[in-house]
């Protein structure tokens, strides 16, 4: 099995930072990508910005660009979003993925987490 969870989540002020934390766990044999999506109440969930596992290349969905970043721990199989100058339209549950090849399966499958609430209010 695998199991992927984030942490991190909570209640912040506009103009505020967050560290977004999630760890992928169990048989892996290789990760591809690991990221985050988001999803504010009435509307579709949303790419916010992933990283590859082997060279560490990055892609950020506009709205984000240089207040969020992402970064990865390998060893750990965790990847971390320091989320800087958040604004009220950032809050959402945020998502973890990971594009992983398990035991279980030959191919790469998508593995999500539970979600973790985000709340930018004053």
């Known amino acids: 099995q695998v199991q992927v969870v984030e942490s991190g989540g909570g209640l912040v002020q506009p103009g505020g930072s967050l560290r977004l934390s999630c760890a992928a766990s169990g048989t892996i044999f290789s990760i591809n990508t690991m990221g985050w999506y988001r999803q504010a109440p009435g509307k579709e969930r949303e790419f916010v910005v992933r990283i590859s596992w082997s060279g560490g290349n990055t892609y950020y969905t506009d709205s984000v660009k240089g207040r969020f970043t992402i970064s990865r721990d390998n060893a750990k199989r965790t990847v971390y979003l320091q989320m800087n100058s958040l604004k009220p339209e950032d809050a959402a549950v945020y998502y973890c993925?990971?594009?992983?090849?398990?035991?279980?399966?030959?191919?790469?499958?998508?593995?999500w987490g539970q979600g973790t609430q985000v709340t930018v209010s004053s």
């Open positions: 993925n990971a594009n992983l090849r398990s035991a279980y399966y030959l191919t790469y499958q998508d593995y």
